[in-house]
């Protein structure tokens, strides 16, 4: 069955450190996002991808970034971690259209 | 610029009671797609239903239906005949359709409690 797989799916870093949070998806989906949900803010967009090569920023991008060089991943990466960056993250993918996003199980990354 | 918005932070019913989940979306968009995803206390976020902003009959998926005003703006998730499985936070989401692309919004989800 195809998925959707993030790892880790728990992390400890420390402040100032580089993390970088892995996506796969075998739908062979050409939409791939990413979000973040914190208490009281419902799930914010990190960054998205329609394709590869493409990436765009979204309404919390600031500090992370990705890049997407083949159709199955998504790497998230956090520049230089700040405390303000503990969350739990989601990567999900679509297939475009009105078609409904396929969520990966969520990483919780906590940053000392 | 698109906004959800869910005015209930927290919810309880009775079992086997129905339950309105709000929603109210805010778009200029002509065309659009409006999503409900739940999201137990594991933590996976399951997708419950779609509504497209032209779909003329309300969406249902066994328990589940959407009450969508377009003039209103609102599309309300309906649950019935409660179970204590639907405890859960549930969270609207709109994306606009014009170009197929458009990432999904979410609003900041409400926590629906079912009592026995």
């Not at chain 1, 914010?44 to 309404?59: A, M, W």
Request: proline share 3%.
């Amino acid at each position: 069955d195809a998925e959707i797989t993030q790892s880790p799916r728990h992390k400890i870093t420390e402040t100032g450190r580089q993390v970088t949070l892995a996506c796969h998806q075998t739908w062979n989906h050409n939409n791939m996002f990413w979000y973040r949900q914190d208490l009281g803010h419902g799930l914010r967009l990190i960054h998205y991808s329609y394709g590869v090569q493409d990436t765009n920023k979204g309404e919390v991008s600031d500090g992370y970034s990705v890049s997407r060089s083949n159709t199955e991943d998504l790497p998230l990466t956090l520049e230089s971690a700040a405390s303000s960056q503990t969350s739990v993250y989601f990567c999900a993918s679509s297939p475009g259209g009105s078609g409904e996003l396929f969520f990966g199980e969520g990483s919780r990354l906590t940053v000392l | 610029a698109q906004k959800i918005t869910q005015t209930q932070p927290g919810m309880f019913v009775q079992e086997k009671e129905a339950v309105t989940l709000d929603c109210t979306y805010d778009t200029s968009d002509q065309s659009y797609g409006l999503f409900w995803y739940k999201q137990p206390s594991s933590g996976e976020m399951i997708f419950l239903i779609y509504q497209g902003s032209y779909d003329e009959q309300n969406a249902t998926e066994g328990r589940y239906s959407l009450n969508f005003q377009k003039a209103r703006k609102s599309a309300n998730l309906v649950i019935s005949a409660s179970q204590l499985g639907d405890s859960a936070m549930y969270f609207c989401a709109m994306r606009e359709v014009y170009s197929g692309n458009t990432p999904l919004v979410f609003g900041k989800g409400t926590r629906l409690s079912v009592i026995a």
